[in-house]
């Protein structure tokens, strides 16, 4: 069975950085396409960013240049370092598994929650 | 940026109706365009992938068609677990837009 258990939400401050990281079991990290999609509160879904298997990455124009999306392939976890942090960027902070042939999102975490607030 | 275009943005129906979510696309994406469900406080769960196929453990109440850049979700009959909000995406390109969501409930 397939587990994503995302961590290391919190308050910080604008400007501030923070690091998530999704822990994941019944499938290996860095064999699979791997993707952080975010929510604000009381609103949609957005994509954040996506690394593939071979270790390309993409992210969404919000974030470029501030979140670097990364893996490990000894602890099998995904992260997501955000930086240069702002109050837009306050949501719960999802992990997902993308299947490459479709692109479908087939497996989520249960998200952390990242607050932006002074 | 391609966008995706849901209507309606929220929908009131009653358990076993039959009920249509529209998701339309600016530019063609072929058939690569799933559909979400998500309930308050829950991650989203998968229902369709690849425009019309039916994940699996999804009730086949469920069903999707379309290509190019209209798309729809219909539910056959609803269920009381089927009041939630549902979302399309599309992965044709990298940049995974999801659409802004169809509130549906209970009438």
């Known amino acids: 069975e397939v587990q994503l258990v995302e961590s290391g939400g919190g308050l910080i401050q604008p400007g501030g950085s923070l690091r998530l990281s999704c822990a994941a079991s019944?499938?290996?990290?860095?064999?699979?396409?791997m993707s952080w999609v975010r929510q604000p509160p009381g609103k949609g879904l957005e994509w954040v960013s996506v690394?593939?298997?071979?270790?390309?990455?993409f992210y969404a124009d919000s974030v470029k240049g501030r979140f670097t999306i990364s893996r490990d392939r000894s602890k099998n976890t995904l992260f997501l370092q955000m930086d240069s942090l702002r109050v837009d960027d306050t949501a719960v902070y999802f992990c997902a598994r993308v299947r490459p042939a479709a692109g479908d999102f087939d497996h989520w975490g249960q998200g952390t929650l990242v607050t932006i607030s002074s | 940026d391609i966008q995706m275009t849901q209507s309606p943005s929220s929908l009131s129906a009653s358990v076993g109706d039959r009920v249509t979510i529209t998701c339309r696309a600016t530019q063609s994406i072929s058939d690569k365009l799933s559909w979400y469900q998500q309930r308050p406080g829950k991650a989203p769960k998968l229902l369709i992938f690849a425009a019309s196929s039916l994940e699996s453990g999804v009730p086949s109440r469920f069903s999707g068609s379309g290509s190019g850049t209209d798309f729809t979700l219909t539910i056959s009959s609803l269920q009381p677990e089927d009041f939630a909000i549902y979302y399309c995406?599309?992965?044709?390109?990298?940049?995974?837009?999801f659409g802004q969501g169809t509130k549906l409930e209970i009438k």
């Open positions: 019944g499938l290996t990290v860095t064999a699979n396409y």
């Open positions: 995406q599309q992965s044709f390109s990298t940049s995974y837009t």
């Open positions: 690394i593939y298997s071979g270790g390309t990455t």
